[in-house]
């Protein structure tokens, strides 16, 4: 099992930037593939971006490409979303997810989830 606890959501401006952490615990994170997701009010649950265990390949939704960033430090059981130019579509509780399973880009893949946390965008 793995426990994966998010945090840094918040409210922010259209145009600036947050950091949201997931930390996990029960079993090393190296073992894992980690992605993002999002889930906006009446909408399903989508992919934002994944990082492979080592770290060397990422893989982003068109949406935020150029904007978002995922890093992960596998000594620290840590990985980060790093959210820039935000804009108010952007506004959606941000989920972390671990798999073991290759195609790191579909939600179904995904074994463990946190609870998320909230990103509001005002204009």
């Known amino acids: 099992q793995v426990q994966l606890v998010e945090s840094g959501g918040g409210l922010v401006q259209a145009g600036g930037s947050l950091r949201l952490t997931c930390v996990a615990s029960g079993r090393t994170l190296s073992n894992y593939h980690m992605g993002w997701f999002r889930q906006a009010p009446g909408k399903e649950r989508e992919f934002v971006g994944a990082?492979?265990?080592?770290?060397?390949?990422?893989s982003y939704a068109d949406s935020v490409k150029g904007r978002f960033t995922i890093s992960r430090d596998n000594d620290k059981n840590t990985v980060y979303l790093q959210m820039n130019s935000l804009r108010p579509e952007d506004t959606a509780i941000y989920y972390c997810a671990a798999t073991s399973q290759l195609t790191i880009t579909a939600r179904k893949n995904y074994q463990y989830w946190g609870q998320g946390t909230q990103v509001t965008v005002s204009s």
């Open positions: 990082t492979s265990r080592s770290g060397f390949v990422n």
